[in-house]
C-alpha cells in the first residue's frame, strides 16, 4: 500500500508518500497559496513526481494541518497532535517531548515509550510564540532568513526584550536598532523570546528528554540553540527527514 | 539605519489649545501635568485647579525631545508664559521617567483615575482608559481615588497600536476607521475577526480583502473584536455607573459604540478632549502637592 500523508499549514503545505515498509518515497513543500484546493493539487503533484509515480498509484490520503478541510478527497484526517506524535516517533523512537513550532502555532506532544500521545499542550491565539515572530522581525534586522539564525550565534551578551506581543516587539527592535545594539544580539533577543514562550508551553506536559523539535522553526539554529539554554537540556532536530515535514509524515504513518 | 517605508494613515492630528478668556498672572497656583505615552503626549497646564492650556502631540523616537515638543509648543501658544513661572509639575505615563524636570513622577492609573473624576465629573465610578499600548479598566470613587483596576499591556489586542496597524493596512486614516465602520452597524455587523493576536487577525484581514469585502465590513468585523475584547476586561473589573471612557480609542466611535452597545450603558460625554485625563489628573494631584509643601 501507498498512502500519502498530507499537511495544510498556514503558511505551507507538504505532502509525504509512504510505501509499505514506511519509506519514503517522495515528498514536497510548497506555500500555502489562497486557494487551498490548488495548493493542495500542486504540493501533490510534486511529491508524486518526486516519487516517480501517479495518482493511482496512492491507495490512501491522510490530511491534517488547520487547513485539513481543503482535501475533500481524504480518506482520513488526523489532529495535527496525533500527526506531529507519530511523525516524531518514527523519526526519533526516544523522543519523549515533541515541540512543534509552525507559522501561526505552536505546540508540545508527550509522546510514550510505546508512541502513544500522553498529554499535549497548544497554543494558536498569538503570534509571539510562533514563526511569524521571526518573519516580522527580520524585515527590521535587514538580514536573509538563513542568516537570521545563524548571526543570533554570534552574540556576545543577552538583550532582554521586554516586549512579549509581536506588535510591541517590533518598536523594540527599531528601538534597539537605533540604540547600535549589534544584529547579532538583537537576533539573540527575538529566539530567547519566542524560546521563553514557546518553552512556556512545553512545560505544561513536562519536559522529558529527548526532547525533538519539529515544524519550521526547528531549521532556524538560534532558535535550537535558544531552545537548549532555554529548558536546560540537549533539543534534537530530525536527522532523517526535514523538521515541517514530520507531521504529514506522521498523517501518512497513521494509515498504514 | 534601518529605514522602513510605511504608509502614514496611523497620523492623527495634533492639537495645542490655550482658554483665552483666563489670565495666568491671576491665579495663585500654576500646575502642569504631563502625560508622556507611549503613542501621545500631552501636557496639561491648570490654574487653581481648572484646565487652561494644553498640548496633544504624537511621541516621537525620543521621550525627552517629545516632551520638550509638547510642553514648549504650549507656552509658545499661550505667548508670555515661562518654564519657571509653572508652580509644580508631575509626569505620568509609560514614559514619565524621561521627564526629568518633574517635582514627581505619578502612575498613570492614579491619574486617569483623578482626571476622568475632573473631566466628567464626581458620579464617574468605572473608567476605561484605552491608550496606545495598553487598556485599562480602573474603578475610582466620587473624589477619584481608585479603588480597583485591571489591565493589559501584554498583547496589541484592543489598544490604540492595534487599531494603526489595520489603519495602515486598510489605507484609511485612523480618524476615519471608526465612522466607516458604524456604515454597517447594527443591521449588517459581520462576525467579528476571529483571531485575537494583530498578527494573525492581519492575515484574517488580508484574506477578507481578496474575498472582496469592503472596508466598511472589515472594519465592523475588526472593531467588533476589539470591543469584544475590552468588554472582557471591564467585565472582569466588573462596570458600576457611571462609566466613562478615556485614552485616544475614547475618540474612535467605532470601538466607543459597539463597547456601549454591549454593555448596555452609554459613556459620559464631556466637553473636554477625554485624551487629556491622565495630564489632567497629573496636574490636578500637582496643585494638590504645591498647596501641601506650602503649608
Redesign the interface.
Known amino acids: 500500500m501507498t498512502v500519502a500523508g498530507i499537511d495544510v499549514g498556514?503558511k505551507f503545505t507538504k505532502v509525504v508518500i509512504l510505501n509499505d515498509s514506511k519509506e519514503i518515497l517522495g515528498y514536497s513543500n510548497i506555500r500555502t497559496g489562497?486557494d487551498h484546493h490548488k495548493t493542495v493539487e500542486e504540493a501533490i503533484k510534486e511529491a508524486l513526481k518526486k516519487a516517480d509515480l501517479t495518482r493511482d498509484d496512492i491507495n490512501k490520503y491522510v490530511a491534517t494541518g488547520f487547513g485539513k478541510i481543503s482535501v475533500p478527497f481524504a480518506d482520513s484526517e488526523i489532529t495535527q497532535v496525533v500527526a506531529a506524535g507519530k511523525g516524531a516517533y518514527f523519526v526519533w523512537p526516544t523522543a519523549r517531548t515533541v515541540i512543534e513550532v509552525g507559522a501561526?502555532e505552536s505546540r508540545a506532544v508527550k509522546v510514550g515509550e510505546d508512541g502513544n500521545i500522553k498529554d499535549f499542550a497548544l497554543a494558536d491565539?498569538?503570534?509571539a510564540g510562533a514563526g511569524?515572530?521571526v518573519d516580522?522581525m527580520v524585515?527590521?534586522?535587514?538580514v536573509p532568513l538563513e542568516e537570521f539564525g545563524r548571526i543570533s550565534l554570534e552574540a556576545k551578551e543577552s538583550v532582554p526584550m521586554n516586549a512579549?506581543?509581536?506588535?510591541?516587539a517590533e518598536?523594540e527592535v527599531?528601538?534597539l536598532?537605533?540604540a547600535n545594539y549589534p544584529k547579532p544580539e538583537i537576533s539573540r533577543a527575538i529566539h530567547d523570546a519566542i524560546a521563553d514562550r514557546v518553552a512556556s508551553i512545553a512545560r505544561r506536559v513536562g519536559i522529558e528528554d529527548d526532547v525533538l523539535l519539529i515544524g519550521g522553526l526547528a531549521n532556524d539554529i538560534g532558535f535550537i540553540d535558544s531552545m537548549k539554554r532555554e529548558l536546560g537540556t540537549e533539543v534534537y532536530v530530525p536527522d532523517k527527514i526535514a523538521p515541517e515535514l514530520v507531521p504529514a509524515l506522521g498523517a501518512a504513518i497513521a494509515e498504514l | 539605519m534601518v529605514t522602513i517605508q510605511e504608509s502614514e494613515y496611523w497620523k492623527w492630528p495634533e492639537t495645542v489649545w490655550v482658554d483665552e478668556s483666563k489670565n495666568w498672572r491671576e491665579a495663585e497656583v500654576i500646575s502642569c501635568g504631563i502625560d508622556l505615552g507611549s503613542v501621545s503626549s500631552q501636557v496639561v497646564l491648570m490654574l487653581d485647579g481648572e484646565l487652561y492650556a494644553y498640548s496633544n502631540l504624537r511621541t516621537g523616537s525620543s521621550s525627552s525631545e517629545s516632551v520638550d515638543k509638547a510642553l514648549k509648543s504650549v507656552l509658545e501658544k499661550i505667548g508670555d508664559m515661562k518654564m519657571e513661572d509653572i508652580h509644580y509639575i508631575v509626569g505620568t505615563g509609560y514614559g514619565r521617567v524621561s521627564i526629568p524636570f518633574a517635582h514627581k513622577t505619578i502612575t498613570e492609573i492614579a491619574c486617569h483615575g483623578r482626571g476622568a473624576n475632573y473631566i466628567y465629573g464626581p458620579s464617574v465610578r468605572t473608567v476605561l482608559d484605552m491608550g496606545g499600548q495598553d487598556l485599562k479598566a480602573i474603578k475610582i470613587d466620587h473624589r477619584g481615588k481608585v479603588v480597583n483596576f485591571l489591565m493589559n499591556d501584554k498583547c496589541a489586542a484592543g489598544t490604540g497600536r492595534g487599531i494603526e496597524v489595520v489603519a495602515d493596512l486598510l489605507s484609511i486614516p485612523i480618524t476615519e476607521v471608526g465612522p466607516l465602520s458604524l456604515k454597517v452597524y447594527p443591521d449588517d455587523e459581520p462576525e467579528p475577526v476571529s483571531t485575537t493576536c494583530i498578527v494573525f487577525g492581519k492575515s484574517e484581514i488580508l484574506g477578507l480583502i481578496r474575498k472582496g469585502w469592503p472596508k466598511e465590513r472589515i472594519l465592523a468585523a475588526f472593531f467588533r473584536s476589539v470591543a469584544t475584547r475590552v468588554v472582557e476586561l471591564l467585565e472582569r473589573v466588573g462596570v458600576e455607573p457611571e462609566f466613562a471612557i478615556t485614552g485616544g480609542i475614547s475618540k474612535n466611535p467605532g470601538v466607543v459604540v459597539r463597547v456601549q452597545d454591549m454593555l448596555g450603558i452609554k459613556a459620559l460625554e464631556s466637553k473636554y478632549d477625554p485624551q487629556l485625563a491622565g495630564a489632567v489628573g497629573a496636574a490636578l494631584f500637582g496643585r494638590a502637592l504645591y498647596l501641601k509643601s506650602k503649608k
Open positions: 498556514s489562497i501561526e491565539k498569538c503570534a511569524s515572530f516580522a524585515r527590521y534586522l535587514e512579549q506581543c509581536v506588535i510591541f518598536s527599531v528601538s536598532l537605533h
